[in-house]
């Protein structure tokens, strides 16, 4: 891997929190974290453990039928964005989700993968993939130079 990628293998839902536990500490405010992957490959349980490492004490559950769901976290708001029942980025639009990709919160975007045209140029993609009844794949990668810096610590995190 290079210093733009850090690829991580859980074993259980409660690892993949772990490594969102980890993230969510590192987070001060105007970030962006996208993560893609099918249904059940971990996504709300990562955004789950974020909210666990920024000491959001309200359970986070999806925002798929509400879009948004925000949390008020140790360093910032977590702005929990599900991209699940939009279908274009004129839908996206119209629900204001620019105004939480630029916000001086932390913007997390559950199915990504639709907003790709939306996206400003700098910010955290990770995919989650099945690997097995418990076991996931996550490769996060940094788009960005603070992006990188980010992942640097994280991969420290991980691999200490």
């Known amino acids: 891997m290079d210093d733009q990628s850090l690829s991580v293998i859980t ?16 987070l ?3 970030e962006i974290i996208c993560l893609e992957g099918e249904l059940g490959t971990g996504k709300t ?29 140790a360093t910032a708001t977590l702005y929990h964005v599900d991209l699940y029942r939009l279908e274009s980025t004129r839908e996206m ?14 913007c997390l975007i559950e199915w990504a993968e639709k907003a790709q045209r939306v996206l400003p140029p700098e910010h ?6 099945h690997r097995g009844e418990n076991e996931r794949h996550i490769l996060l990668q940094a788009r960005g130079q603070s992006y990188r810096k980010l992942l640097d610590r994280l991969r420290r995190m991980v691999e200490s």
């Not at 690892?15 to 969102?20: I, P």
């Not at 309200?58 to 949390?71: C, D, G, H, K, R």
């Open 11 to 26: 074993q259980s839902l409660s690892e993949t929190r772990k490594l969102g536990t980890l993230l969510g500490q590192l």
């Open 28 to 30: 001060k405010g105007n």
């Open 124 to 129: 955290l993609y990770i995919s989650l993939k």
């Open 93 to 106: 639009a119209q629900a204001g989700i620019d105004a939480y990709l630029f916000s001086d919160g932390i």
């Open 45 to 73: 349980s990562l955004i789950q453990g974020i909210g666990h490492g920024q000491r959001v004490t309200e359970a986070i559950t999806s925002p798929t039928f509400t879009l948004v769901n925000e949390y008020q976290g």
